[in-house]
């Protein structure tokens, strides 16, 4: 793989630039900040933030001409600072837990403006919800509408409800359509009639309001044709139950799951302009089926929000050539603060942050200091020969790493910091050793 393209806005933040030789981000250069802060070090680009955040709002707006939200799907990176950031923006937040709507809660993210999901809400959860009155509560079952249904008469409140169904697309298909995932865990099928049952039941229930009808079909989709598909069936499911139900349909949400590069073999579409498509159909949808009054739109990015706004900076601790293999250069970090190469084989792209312009290159692997053989974050890429003490910065680091980060080996969380206009902000302190065992005490035996 060759050194990739360090192209704004793309696999770099959009800030990225090369200072003879160093990478540069935010105006921060990367061997200051890793000197300041430590590795591994997590650096999130604030202009790319406010700039995915602005430019997905202003690509739902232009193509749909009804009411539209942008919702950041909290669990692909949640903190305190990127939560009051969005909120200021305007954008939504989707929360899957109570874990994550105490974060909302606690930057005051306007709670009309949260949107609760979860294929299997706890009964504390959808009480917090309701005591927290999120805007929308999504839900996925028969036994969350008898559930949500009897803790809202309980608390004397009628929460807006949306109604996740699986509309059987595969979204990893090309312009594939399968019953294939009617077997899913996630929301009623509308084929199986398990959606109109849905339905039937939440109309049942006089405590919920039901808005319309949400789908989310997988995530790092690239092309047009599977959200095309989803969309089709939605408004065919949602007329189908404003003519046999009278359902008005005043929501809709085709989820999220836009698609970002983590390599330059990854397809080069803009997660915008997918997002201006995907508003584009809806739009032509009520008009097929005839919904003139054109409901609320919603979509949810998660990845596509923050994946190539942050880098992940490491320091190499070991080069080891293996004669007749390859050569492993060994960092301080790995599968603990980034679990995808070692459960999905995600790939990356890497480049040395003090020489990235060094274009004398060797095929190396990089990876990780944990006990697992399968803990290598890159297997494969062609970087200039790295020597101890070098600093290897991951770009597209800002989307399902810290959010899955662990504390595997006793490895102790990295920090992060924020960047912009040549200043860094730490948002994060490196977890300390006492961290690890806070939770940790004696207790006393009782009887069972
Ligand atoms: C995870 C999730 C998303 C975001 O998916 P991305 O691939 O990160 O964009 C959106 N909606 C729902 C309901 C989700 O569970």
Redesign the pocket.
């Known amino acids: 793989m060759s050194i990739p393209v360090i192209a704004a806005g793309d696999i770099f933040p959009d800030t990225t630039r090369i200072d003879r030789g160093h990478l540069v981000v935010g105006g921060c250069d990367m061997a200051d900040l890793a000197a300041r802060y430590g590795t591994p070090l997590y650096v999130f680009d604030e202009a790319s933030i406010l700039a995915r955040a602005r430019g997905y709002r202003d690509a739902l707006a232009r193509s749909y001409p009804g009411a539209s939200i942008v ?1 950041y ?1 909290s ?2 990176y949640s903190a305190p600072w990127i939560l009051s950031l969005l909120a200021d923006e305007g954008v939504g937040l ?1 929360v ?1 837990s109570a874990g994550e709507l105490f974060v909302g809660a606690k930057v005051d993210f306007p709670r009309e403006r949260i ?1 609760f ?1 979860g294929n299997n809400k706890g009964e504390d959860e959808l009480r917090l919800a309701l005591a927290e009155r999120v805007g929308r509560i ?1 839900v996925d079952n028969l036994d969350e509408v008898r559930l949500l249904a009897r803790l809202a008469v309980e608390r004397g409140v009628r929460p807006a409800v949306l109604l ?1 169904v699986s509309p059987s697309v595969d979204a990893h298909t090309h312009a594939h359509l399968t019953t294939g995932n009617l077997d899913t865990k ?1 929301g009623l099928g509308i084929e199986s009639g398990a959606a109109a049952e849905g339905v039937g039941a939440i109309l049942q229930e006089p405590a919920l309001d039901l808005r319309g009808y ?1 789908a ?1 079909i ?4 690239h092309e047009i044709e599977p959200y095309e598909a989803e969309v089709e069936r939605l408004f065919a499911f949602a007329k189908e139950m404003r003519e046999e139900r009278g359902v008005a349909l005043r929501e809709i ?1 085709p ?5 970002v590069r983590y390599t330059t073999e990854d397809p080069a579409v803009k997660a915008a302009d997918m997002i201006g498509r995907v508003g584009a159909v809806v739009a032509a949808a009520a008009k097929k089926f005839g919904f003139d009054r054109l409901p609320e739109v919603s979509i ?6 923050v994946a190539n706004t942050a880098i992940a900076l490491y320091r190499v601790g070991s080069v080891k050539r293996i004669p007749g293999g390859r050569t492993y250069v060994a960092v301080d970090g790995g599968m603990a603060d980034n679990i995808r190469p070692t459960a999905y084989g995600a790939k990356y792209s890497a480049v040395l942050a003090g020489r990235v312009d060094d274009t004398r290159t060797t095929d190396v692997a990089i990876a990780g200091k944990y006990c697992e053989t399968g803990d290598i974050l890159i297997q494969h890429i062609e970087l200039p020969l790295p020597r101890v003490g070098e600093l290897i910065a991951v770009p597209t680091a800002g ?2 790493h810290l959010s899955m980060a662990s504390n595997y080996n006793m490895a102790l969380r990295p920090a992060v910091v924020v960047v912009a206009n040549g200043r860094s902000r730490l948002v994060r302190r490196r977890e300390t050793f006492e961290d690890l065992l806070a939770p940790e005490i004696a207790g006393e035996a009782v009887k069972a």
């Open positions: 919702c799907a669990k692909a989707d899957v949107y999901h999504v996740r996630f949400h989310h997988g995530s790092q989709i949400s989820g999220g799951g836009f698609g949810e990015p998660g990845r596509s929000m989307a399902y």
